[in-house]
């Protein structure tokens, strides 16, 4: 009688651990499919992320960039006309900035916006560069510092082209009016646009602007020789063959 108690007890155990060591099998099979679905998910995923970021490249956004040269090429040249316009705001904002504001500075504002027209509009020149030299990029970057430059004096000295000479204000107000166009496009600056009469206006007052210059000598550098110096007649001959062409 004791032999079948114990023969019963041994089937009950023998039972349930068999049933524990089916379940356990079930489980770790469940467990290790479903890490396989997760690795099979996780690589579709990296996948279809790979083929995202290739149809779809990076986007250089030049508005994020504080340099405004970093969306144009630039030439030598250009970075050398450029270089120049930027030292010529500094030095007129130093200017503008310092306590004394007599005549003598307001001549010599004069004298930095007149280099600035002689440059863009007359053949000018700074180390043998001109302004037709250029780059369009480059041209669009001179003249919205340019612009710049012109209000930055207006805040200080609103009517100076004025003062300039009672002759030739016209002449330079509509000067500044064609550079702030080109500024904000370059497609619609056209230096044939001045005029011929404002054109020659401006050579008629050539010595007067002249003095003008050597009194910016300290706000404009060393800036090179113009098409002035060569006399009013070769500059006329120049602007005829410029506006025929």
């Not at 099979?40 to 490249?57: F, I, R």
């Not at 504001?101 to 930095?112: F, P, S, Y």
């Amino acid at each position: 009688m004791r032999n079948v108690k114990v023969n019963k007890l041994i089937t009950i155990l023998l039972t349930c651990l068999i049933l524990i060591a089916t379940v356990g099998c079930s489980n770790k099979k469940e467990t290790s499919r479903n890490n396989e679905m997760n690795d099979y998910n996780n690589s579709g995923e990296v996948e279809e992320n790979d083929v995202n970021k290739q149809d779809k490249p990076e986007i250089n956004n030049p508005e994020m960039s504080n340099d405004k040269n970093a969306a144009i090429n630039l030439t030598k040249t250009d970075e050398e006309a450029i270089a120049y316009f930027n030292t010529l705001k500094q030095n007129v904002d130093n200017t503008l900035d310092s306590s004394n504001q007599n005549d003598d500075v307001k001549a010599k504002l004069k004298g930095t916006f007149i280099t600035i027209v002689d440059f863009i509009f007359y053949d000018g020149d700074i180390n043998g560069i001109k302004f037709d030299d250029l780059t369009d990029g480059a041209k669009q970057n001179i003249l919205e510092t340019a612009a710049i430059i012109d209000n930055s004096i207006m805040t200080k000295f609103p009517n100076y082209k004025e003062d300039i000479s009672s002759t030739v204000s016209i002449a330079y107000k509509k000067a500044s009016e064609l550079i702030k166009s080109g500024a904000n496009n370059i497609k619609e600056f056209s230096k044939e646009t001045l005029g011929e009469d404002n054109y020659n206006t401006i050579i008629g007052a050539k010595d007067e602007l002249v003095s003008y210059t050597k009194e910016a000598i300290d706000i404009i550098g060393d800036f090179a020789g113009t098409l002035w110096d060569k006399g009013k007649g070769k500059i006329k001959n120049w602007y005829e063959n410029f506006k025929n062409n």
